[in-house]
C-alpha cells in the first residue's frame, strides 16, 4: 500500500480490531482440528506476567522472550500466544496504540514453528495477509521495524510438519503473497537490508525448488520478478555516491549485522553460489535458506531504527543472481541458471542505465556478469540460450556506453558463430574474410579480446590462435536464427552502425567492427554453402541478415536527409577519429608486414612515420614502444624478434618500459612474459632472461643480492611454471624440491623460505599465461582479465546518430551491401522482401548522389539491369519478322521479349525501379549507362522503344524512322536528275514486317502480355529519362557517350573483326576480305542515339567529339563492309557535328579531318551517300562561310566536292556551289588560297561531262549528249566558262602584290592546263570551248606574263600546248569522237602556231628558241602526216608557211649568204636545225618559202684590185 496512515487502498466495513480477533479464531479453529493441538492445555507460561508477579511466582525471562519474540517451542505454548493476545487487545479500543511486533507474535511463531502443519501455517499466513490488506501494518505502526524483522525471519525459516502435497504447496504460495504484500506494500520501503536479502533468498529458493510443482515455481518467479523490480526501481532513490560511501564503511567494519563478503571491484569467481537448494526431510518443505549477506544466528530484535533497504540488499541479489549464472559451477542446475537468466533480465530492464551509477554494481555487471552471460550465450541448451540472449540484449540496451569491449567481443563471437570459417586451409578463406582486419586471427579482433568462436583445426596445428578461445560448434537451425534475430535487436538503433565505425573502427586497439558486421550481413544473405539445404530456418536467416543491411542503409539515407544529431562536444573530435582511422588502416598494413617479414613491415612504418618520428628519441626506445603497444604484432614473432643478437639494444629498451619497482620477481616475471612469447631457442631465452635479470635488479629487490641471483629466480620460475602446470607432466615439483633447487645461489647464500614460499604458491595458484598458448577456460580467463584491462583504458561507448562519419562508412561497404540486395531482390519471392530491396535499391541511389559517388550509383544499375532479363548475351543483328496487331486502333508488335518480358514480374519491378532511379538521378551514373543504352537496344530491336527515340535525322528528307530490317525494293530505272539516299533502300517502319518470310501467328495471351509489356515500359518513363540526357553535366555526359560508343564498336568494328577472323580460318574462303556485315539496326540506333546527344549539348561538343570522331572514322575507314545505310548515317552525324564544331574556334581543324575522311571514301561509296555530303557541306558553308580560310582547308573542300561529282543529284548541288564561289559577287570568295583549287574542281566536272558523253558513245545510243540534253554535258560546258573567266583575278592578285611570275606559275598555268586537258575532252562542245577560251587567253592580252622571262614561255608550250597536241595526236582520242577530232587538230596546230609568233617570233627575241622550236616542228610533222585525208595535211604546210615568213622577217630564221655569211651564230644554228628537220617531212619547203639570196661579190679592196683571184 502507497499509504502511510491506517488504512489500505481496500474498502473494510469493519475495524482491524474485528479482523484481528477473527484471524485470530480462524487459526486457533484450524489448531483445534488437530488432534495434537486438541489436547493442548496452556500451560504457565503462557499466562500473563503481570498475574504471576503478583501470585508471587517467578517467570523466566526465556520464557518470556520466547512469547515475545513468537517463538513458542510446544503447543500449549503456540495456544496460549493467542490467547494472550485475545486477552491484550480485549479491552483496547484502537489496537493501533499497541506494538505491531505483539500483535504479529502468535502468528509469526505458528510459522516458525515445526510443530505446525501445513494447514496451520497456511491459515497464520492468511491471517498476514488480511492484516496487510485491512491497514494493520502500515508505515507509522509502533515497533514496525521489529515486527517486520520478525516477519523476515518467520518467513525465511518456516517449517511445518507435511501433510498433503497440494495443500503444502498452497501453503508456501501464501509466503510468497505475504513477502509480496510486504514488499509492496506500504511498509516496503521501511525494510532493510537484511529482510529484504531474507525475503528475496525465500522466493529465489523456492523458485528454484525442482521437487515443487511447476506451478508454484513460475508463481514464486513470477514473484521474484514482482519483487526485482520493486527493489532495483528504488536504485532511482538512491544517491549513487553516499551509498557507495556507506558500503565501504559497512565492509570496513566487523561484526556489523549484515556481511558483505563481496568486494567491488573483484568478486571472486570461486565463491560458491551463496543459496543453497534445501529440500525437505522425509516430507515436502518449504525451500529455506540462509541470507547470503547474513551470519548463521537468527537475526536479534533491533534496538534502534535501522536505514531502510539500499544498496546492500540489491548488490547482494545481484552478486548472487551473477554468481548462479557460473556455466563452471556444477552446484547449480540449468533450471536454477534459468531463473537467474530470467530475474536478471527483469532487474536490468528496470534499472540498467541507472546500475552504471554505482561503481560497485557496475563492476559485477561488467567483469562476472558478462563473462558468465557470453558463456552461456554458446550453450546448447535452447531456453537457456535463448534467456542468455535476451538478457545480453537488455544488457546493451540499457548499459551500452559502459560495454564497449564487451559488446565488441559479443559481436565478434556472434560473427564467428555465424559466419564460421568453411574453408579446409587458409587459401580457400575468402578474400572479404581475410581483409576484414589485419589481425592475426581468421576473422578475429585484437589480440587481447577474448574469442567464443570456432577455429578450424588447421589453423590450430600450424600456429595457435593469437587469442584463446572457447570453441564452440556454427551455430545451425534455431541457434543460428536466435542468434540473428538477437544481432537485429541490438542493432535496430539508428546510430547502431555508427557508434560501431566511431568507437571501433576508429579505434587503433578495437577491431574494425562496423566493417566486419556490415560485410557479415551482406555475405549472411546469399545461401550458406556449409549449412545443409534450403530450408526454412535457413531462408530466415538470409531475411534476417538482409533486415540488417537494409536497416544500415535505412537509417543512413534518413540521416542524409537531414535526420541526424549533433556530434556531441565532450566527445573526441571527428578530424581525430578520422585520422585515426587513417593511420589505423596503415598501422594494420605494417604490423601484417610485420608479421610476414619484419624487416618489411619496419620499412613500411617507418616510411609512413609511425615509428621513429621523434628525433629526439632512440630508435631501438621508439621501436620498443611501438612493439609494446601494438596488440596485432605477432606475440611468438616479437619473441623471437627481440631477442635475436642484431636486436638486442631493442630488447634492452622493450624491458625499461616495465614498471618493476617494488613487485615480487614473480610478478615482474609475469608481467613481461603476458606481452610476448618465449622463443624456443636457448641462446634467445638466455637473452632475455639476462637483460630482465640486469633491469629487474637496477630496482633494487629485497632479499636478492647480485644480478646473477635474478638470473637463476627467473630461469627457476620459469621452470616451476612448466612443471605445476604442464599436463604432459604427471609428478609435480613440491615446495621442497624448489628450494633445494636454489639453495646458494643468492650470492652464495639462501633465500628466505617466507620469499621462495611466495614464488612457489604464486607459480602454483596462478599460472604464468603466456599470449597464444592456451585455448581453453585458462586462456579464456586470462584473455577476460586483459579485456578488463584494457576496459579501463578503451573509455565509454560513444553513442551519436551522426553523419559526419556515413560518406568513409558508405565507401568502405557499399559494394557488398548493394550486391547482396540485389541477389535478395533477383533470388526471394516474399513480396514484402521485395518491396524493402526495392527501398534500399533507392536509398543507395540517394547515398551515392549524396556522397558524390558515381561508382555505387552505377553498381546500383548494373546490379538492377541484370534483375530486368532486358540485358541479353548474344544480340542477333537480324530481327525476326513479329507479327503486327492492331490494339485500339494502335499497331503493337509481339515480340519474343515483349510476351517473355510481361510474364516476368520481378523483371519489371526491376525495370520500373531501375528507371525510376536514374529519372533525375542520370548526373550520378558514369559506367552505368552502358547497360542503360543496352536495354535500350533490346526494347529497339523488339519495337517497344517510344517513337521519340527511333529518329534518325539527316539534310534531305528531315527526320524518318531506324528501319528494323532491310526491304527488298524492285530495281527502279535510272534517273537523269539524282538519285534518293540510300535511306530510300530501307523504307521500312519498325513496325511492318516482311512479306519474304512467314510471320507468325499472336495468340490472345501473347497480346496481353505483350500489352503488361508495354504498360511497364511506359511506365518507365524511357522519354523522359532521354530528356534528361541532353541535360547532363560535363562528366556524366562523356561517361553515356562512351558507353554509346562502347556498345556501337561491339557491334560493328568488333564484330566485323571477329567474323572476318572466321571467313579467313574457313577453307575455301579467298574473298574474305570482300566480306560485308549485313544490316544490324541496332548499330544504326547507336550511332543516331550518340550523335543526337553530341547534336543537343554542343556545349560539351569538346569532350564529346572524339569520342564520337573515333567511332565514325573507324567505320569510315572501311566502309565497304558495312551496310550502306550504316555509312551514310555516320556520314550524316559527321556533318551534323560538323555544324557544332565551326562555331568552336578551337575545334576547326577537326572539321577538315572530318572532310577529309568523307573525301577518301570509295567511289562506289561516295556516290551512295554524295547527296547528304553536298547537302550537309553546303549548310555548313552557308551557315559559316568564313569556315574555310587556308589553302589546305580548301583543298580539302574542293576534294570533298570532287568525291561528290559522280552521283548526278549530287553534282549538281556541287556545281551550284562551286558557282557561287566562282561568281564575282558581292563578296569576293576567290582568293590565292582557292583558286587553283577551284579549278581543279571545276576541271573535274568537264572531265565527267566527257566520260558520260564517252560512255554514251560507247553505247552506240542514236542521240548524242549535249549541254542541251544533259545536265552533266551542260554543267561540263559552264565549268569552262567559269575556269576561263577566272582569268580577271589574276591581275587582282597582281595588284594585291604578287608578283607576275608568281601569278603565272600558281594561277596562270593551272587555269591554262585545265583548259588545255579539257581541249582534247570527249564532248565536242566543252572542247571547242576549252580551246576557244585558252586561244583567245594566249593570244590576249590578260596573260600575266613577262616578255623578257622565256622560262615562262617554255611553260606555256611544255605545260600547256604540248601536251594538248601530244593527247590530241593519240590514236585512242580520235576514236572517241572520229568526226570531231579532226577539227581539234587543225584548232590546235593552228593555235600553236600562232602561239609561237606570239610568243617567240617576235622583234627582239634575244633567247634561244631553238628547242622549242624544234618540239614545234615535231609536232607540226606529226599532225600532218597524222591522216593524209585530213585537212591537216594541207593547213600544216600553211601555217608553217606563216611562221617561217614571221621568223625570217624577225631576223631569227636567216638563210645562210655568200659570198660572205654574215649571220650570227643563233641565226646560223637555228636555220640549220629548221633546214634539217623540215627537210624530213617537208622536203625543199624552206628553201622555197625562204629562199637563199644569190652571191653578191665581195668588195675588191683597193690594195688587193690587181691581185689576181685564188683558186
Known amino acids: 500500500m502507497d499509504s502511510s496512515s491506517p488504512g489500505t487502498s481496500f474498502a473494510f466495513s469493519v475495524s482491524p480490531k474485528h479482523i484481528l480477533l477473527s484471524e485470530i479464531l480462524s487459526v486457533t479453529s484450524v489448531m483445534r482440528k488437530n488432534s495434537r493441538w486438541a489436547l493442548s492445555i496452556p500451560s504457565v507460561t503462557s499466562r500473563d506476567s503481570t498475574l504471576a508477579s503478583s501470585l508471587g511466582l517467578r517467570v523466566t525471562k526465556t520464557a518470556h522472550s520466547a512469547y515475545a519474540l513468537g517463538r513458542a517451542s510446544t503447543e500449549q505454548e503456540l495456544m496460549a500466544g493467542f490467547q494472550d493476545l485475545k486477552r491484550l487487545v480485549k479491552d483496547v479500543e484502537d489496537i493501533h496504540s499497541l506494538p505491531l511486533n505483539t500483535l504479529l507474535s502468535p502468528f509469526l511463531a505458528i510459522i516458525r514453528s515445526p510443530l505446525s502443519t501445513g494447514p496451520i501455517t497456511s491459515a497464520a499466513l492468511t491471517a498476514l495477509h488480511n492484516f496487510f490488506l485491512c491497514g494493520l501494518v502500515y508505515p507509522d505502526a509502533i515497533s514496525l521495524q521489529v515486527a517486520l524483522a520478525e516477519l523476515s525471519s518467520a518467513l525465511s525459516s518456516c517449517k511445518f510438519e507435511a501433510s498433503d502435497s497440494s495443500g503444502d504447496e498452497v501453503t508456501l504460495l501464501k509466503i510468497m503473497t505475504v513477502i509480496q504484500d510486504a514488499m509492496h506494500g506500504s511498509v516496503g520501503r521501511t525494510l532493510g537490508d537484511i529482510e529484504v536479502c531474507e525475503m528475496l533468498e525465500t522466493v529465489l529458493t523456492t523458485s528454484c525448488q525442482m521437487r515443487l510443482s511447476e506451478i508454484l515455481r513460475r508463481s514464486a518467479e513470477s514473484t521474484l520478478h514482482q519483487l526485482v523490480r520493486t527493489v532495483f526501481a528504488r536504485l532511482y532513490d538512491l544517491d549513487p555516491e553516499l551509498e ?50 547474513v551470519d548463521g544466528q537468527l537475526p536479534e530484535t533491533p534496538s534502534v531504527p535501522r536505514p531502510a533497504y539500499g544498496l546492500p540488499s540489491i548488490l547482494e541479489l545481484l552478486r548472487v543472481l551473477i554468481n548462479i549464472l557460473d556455466p563452471n559451477d556444477k552446484a547449480h542446475t540449468d533450471s536454477t541458471r534459468l531463473t537467474a537468466l530470467r530475474t536478471l533480465n527483469v532487474a536490468i530492464e528496470v534499472s540498467g542505465s541507472r546500475i552504471c551509477a554505482f561503481p560497485s554494481l557496475s563492476t559485477l555487471i561488467l567483469d562476472h556478469g558478462c563473462k558468465y552471460l557470453f558463456q552461456l550465450a554458446r550453450a546448447d541448451h535452447p531456453v537457456i540460450l535463448q534467456t542468455a540472449l535476451r538478457t545480453i540484449a537488455t544488457m546493451f540496451e540499457t548499459m551500452r556506453p559502459e560495454l564497449k569491449l564487451q559488446q565488441e567481443l559479443f559481436l565478434a563471437f556472434t560473427i564467428d558463430r555465424l559466419a564460421p570459417p568453411s574453408a579446409p586451409s587458409a587459401k580457400n578463406v575468402p578474400l572479404a574474410q581475410k581483409a576484414l582486419s589485419n589481425s592475426p586471427r581468421p576473422g578475429s579482433s585484437v589480440p587481447s579480446t577474448p574469442q567464443l568462436g570456432p577455429v578450424p583445426a588447421e589453423f590450430e596445428s600450424e600456429k595457435p590462435p593469437p587469442t584463446p578461445r572457447l570453441l564452440v560448434q556454427p551455430a545451425r537451425g534455431d541457434t543460428r536464427e536466435l542468434l540473428l534475430e538477437t544481432l537485429c535487436h541490438i542493432s535496430r538503433h539508428p546510430s547502431f552502425m555508427v557508434d560501431l565505425y566511431v568507437n571501433y573502427d576508429c579505434d587503433m586497439n578495437c577491431e574494425n567492427m562496423f566493417e566486419r558486421v556490415v560485410e557479415f550481413s551482406a555475405k549472411g544473405i546469399y545461401p550458406l554453402q556449409t549449412i545443409g539445404g534450403q530450408d526454412y530456418h535457413l531462408q530466415n536467416s538470409q531475411y534476417l541478415c538482409l533486415d540488417l543491411v537494409l536497416a544500415f542503409v535505412g537509417h543512413m539515407a534518413s540521416r542524409a536527409e537531414g535526420a541526424f544529431e549533433k556530434w556531441p562536444a565532450h566527445s573526441r573530435a571527428p578530424e581525430d577519429l578520422q585520422l585515426a582511422k587513417s593511420k589505423k588502416k596503415l598501422m594494420l598494413t605494417g604490423t601484417s608486414l610485420f608479421n610476414t617479414k619484419p624487416k618489411n613491415g619496419l620499412a613500411f612504418l617507418e616510411e609512413h612515420k609511425l615509428i621513429y618520428n621523434d628525433p629526439n628519441e632512440p630508435r631501438p626506445l621508439s621501436l620498443a614502444k611501438f612493439l609494446k603497444s601494438s596488440a596485432r ?271 516476368n514480374f520481378k523483371g519489371q519491378l526491376a525495370a520500373v525501379v531501375l528507371f525510376n532511379i536514374v529519372n533525375g538521378n542520370a548526373n550520378a551514373l558514369r559506367e552505368g549507362w552502358t547497360q542503360i543504352f543496352e536495354m535500350f537496344q533490346t526494347l529497339f530491336l523488339h519495337s517497344l522503344l517510344p517513337s521519340r527515340m527511333l529518329q534518325m535525322e539527316d539534310f534531305l528528307g528531315g527526320t524518318s524512322t531506324i528501319p528494323l530490317r532491310r526491304s527488298q525494293p524492285a530495281r527502279a530505272p535510272p534517273r537523269s536528275d539524282g538519285l534518293l539516299s540510300a535511306l530510300s533502300s530501307y523504307l521500312m517502319t519498325p513496325y511492318a514486317s ?9 495468340t490472345d495471351s501473347d497480346v496481353e502480355n505483350t500489352l503488361c509489356t508495354i504498360d511497364c515500359i511506359s511506365t518507365c ?59 544490324d539496326p541496332a548499330s544504326v540506333f547507336l550511332l543516331e542515339m550518340m550523335v543526337s546527344i553530341a547534336r543537343q549539348t554542343p556545349q560539351h561538343i569538346e569532350e564529346v567529339w572524339p569520342i564520337v570522331f573515333e567511332h565514325l572514322s573507324a567505320l569510315l575507314a572501311t566502309p565497304t563492309q558495312y551496310s550502306i545505310l550504316l555509312i551514310e548515317r555516320a556520314v550524316v552525324a559527321l556533318l551534323r557535328l560538323c555544324l557544332i564544331l565551326a562555331e568552336r ?133 559552264k565549268a569552262i566558262d567559269m575556269i576561263a573567266d577566272l582569268k580577271r583575278y589574276w591581275s587582282r592578285f597582281a595588284e594585291s602584290g604578287l608578283q607576275k611570275n608568281h601569278v603565272l606559275r600558281h594561277f596562270g598555268i593551272p587555269l591554262l592546263s585545265a583548259l588545255g586537258r579539257q581541249a582534247s575532252n570527249t564532248s565536242r562542245e566543252i572542247r571547242h570551248a576549252a580551246i576557244v577560251h ?76 631553238r628547242v622549242l622550236w624544234i618540239q614545234v616542228l615535231d609536232l607540226l610533222d606529226r599532225l600532218m602526216h597524222v591522216d593524209r585525208r585530213d585537212q591537216l595535211y594541207e593547213a600544216v604546210p600553211e601555217s608553217l608557211k606563216n611562221v617561217l615568213l614571221v621568223m625570217n622577217a624577225t631576223g631569227l630564221l636567216v638563210p645562210p649568204t655568200s659570198p660572205e655569211d654574215t649571220r650570227d651564230e643563233r641565226q646560223i644554228s637555228l636555220w640549220a636545225a629548221t633546214h634539217e628537220r623540215i627537210e624530213r617531212f617537208l622536203p625543199g619547203f624552206l628553201d622555197e618559202i625562204i629562199p637563199t639570196p644569190p652571191p653578191q661579190p665581195a668588195p675588191v679592196p683597193p690594195a688587193q684590185a690587181t691581185q689576181a683571184p685564188t683558186s
Open 244 to 293: 557507495e560511501r556507506k558500503l565501504a564503511d559497512n565492509g570496513a567494519s566487523e561484526g556489523g549485522e549484515m556481511k558483505m563478503s563481496v568486494s567491488t571491484t573483484e568478486p571472486l569467481p570461486e565463491e560458491p553460489a551463496p543459496t543453497d537448494e534445501h529440500s525437505v526431510e522425509g516430507e515436502p518443505q518449504p525451500p529455506q535458506a540462509n541470507a547470503p549477506s
Open 1334 to 1409: 585558252l586561244q583567245r587567253i594566249l593570244l590576249g592580252p590578260q596573260l600575266p606574263i613577262d616578255d623578257d622571262n622565256h622560262g615562262q614561255i617554255e611553260d606555256i608550250f611544255n605545260r600547256v600546248i604540248f601536251p594538248l597536241l601530244d593527247e590530241l595526236l593519240k590514236p585512242q582520242t580520235l576514236l572517241r569522237d572520229p568526226m570531231g577530232f579532226p577539227e581539234t587538230r587543225l584548232r590546235a596546230s593552228a593555235l600553236l602556231c600562232k602561239a609561237f609568233m606570239q610568243f617567240e617570233a617576235r622583234e627582239g627575241q634575244k633567247a634561244d628558241i
Open 1021 to 1079: 518513363r524511357l522519354d523522359e529519362l532521354y530528356s534528361q540526357i541532353m541535360q547532363l553535366e560535363h562528366e556524366a555526359l562523356v561517361a553515356a557517350v562512351r558507353a554509346l560508343e562502347a556498345l556501337a564498336h561491339e557491334r560493328t568494328v568488333a564484330r566485323l573483326k571477329l567474323e572476318f577472323e572466321d571467313v579467313s580460318s574457313t577453307p575455301g574462303q579467298a574473298q574474305s576480305s570482300a566480306y560485308t556485315l549485313p544490316y
Open 633 to 903: 604484432i605477432d606475440k611468438r614473432l616479437l619473441g623471437d624478434f627481440i631477442s635475436k643478437p642484431e636486436n638486442i639494444d631493442v630488447l634492452k629498451a622493450f624491458m625499461t618500459l616495465f614498471d618493476y619497482k617494488g613487485k615480487p620477481v614473480a610478478d615482474a616475471l609475469r608481467e613481461l612474459l603476458e606481452t610476448f612469447r618465449l622463443p624456443g631457442e636457448s641462446q634467445q631465452i638466455n637473452r632475455i632472461t639476462e637483460t630482465f635479470a640486469e633491469v629487474y635488479f637496477a630496482t633494487g629487490p629485497d632479499e636478492i643480492k647480485s644480478q646473477d641471483a635474478v638470473y637463476v629466480l627467473t630461469y627457476s620460475i620459469i621452470m616451476l611454471n612448466t612443471d605445476q602446470h604442464s599436463p604432459q607432466i604427471r609428478k609435480r615439483m613440491t615446495l621442497e624440491d624448489y628450494m633445494r633447487n636454489l639453495k646458494g645461489v643468492n650470492d652464495g647464500s639462501d633465500f628466505s623460505t617466507e620469499f621462495l614460499v611466495n614464488i612457489y604458491e604464486s607459480i602454483r595458484k596462478r599460472e604464468i599465461v603466456m599470449p597464444e598458448e592456451h585455448t581453453g577456460q585458462l586462456g579464456f580467463e586470462y584473455a577476460w582479465k586483459e579485456l578488463l584491462a584494457r576496459t579501463r583504458q578503451a573509455g565509454k561507448y560513444v553513442m551519436c546518430n551522426t553523419s559526419l562519419f556515413d560518406a568513409d562508412m558508405f565507401k568502405a561497404v557499399w559494394r557488398p551491401v548493394v550486391s547482396a540486395i540485389a541477389y535478395a531482390f533477383i533470388t526471394f519471392d516474399d513480396d514484402y522482401i521485395i518491396e524493402r530491396a526495392i527501398a534500399g535499391f533507392r536509398q543507395c541511389a540517394t547515398l551515392a548522389r549524396h556522397f558524390d559517388m558515381p561508382d555505387v550509383f552505377d553498381f546500383v544499375v548494373v546490379s538492377l539491369s541484370q534483375a530486368t532479363s532486358l540485358l541479353s548475351d548474344a544480340q542477333p543483328s537480324q530481327v525476326p519478322n513479329y507479327p503486327v496487331v492492331d490494339v485500339d486502333g494502335q499497331p503493337v508488335t509481339v515480340s519474343s521479349l515483349s510476351v517473355k518480358f510481361g510474364t
Open 1145 to 1277: 574556334h578551337t575545334l576547326r581543324d577537326q572539321i577538315y579531318l572530318a572532310f577529309d575522311l568523307l573525301a577518301r571514301l570509295p567511289p562506289t561509296v561516295a556516290g551512295s551517300v554524295a547527296e547528304q555530303v553536298v547537302a550537309g557541306l553546303m549548310l555548313i558553308l552557308q551557315q559559316h562561310p568564313d569556315i574555310v580560310r587556308s589553302q589546305t582547308e580548301w583543298n580539302v573542300v574542293f576534294a570533298l566536292l570532287r568525291s561528290t561529282i559522280s552521283h548526278p543529284e549530287a553534282s549538281r548541288q556541287s556545281f551550284d556551289i562551286l558557282s557561287g564561289i566562282a561568281n564575282d559577287g558581292p563578296q569576293q570568295l576567290v582568293t590565292p588560297d582557292n583558286f587553283t583549287g577551284l579549278i581543279n574542281a571545276l576541271d573535274e566536272f568537264a572531265t565527267v561531262a566527257g566520260i558520260a558523253v564517252d560512255a554514251q558513245q560507247q553505247g552506240r545510243r542514236t542521240q548524242s549528249l549535249n549541254a542541251s540534253n544533259s545536265p552533266i554535258v551542260d554543267r561540263g560546258r
Open 994 to 1002: 516482311s512479306t519474304d518470310a512467314l510471320v507468325p501467328d499472336a
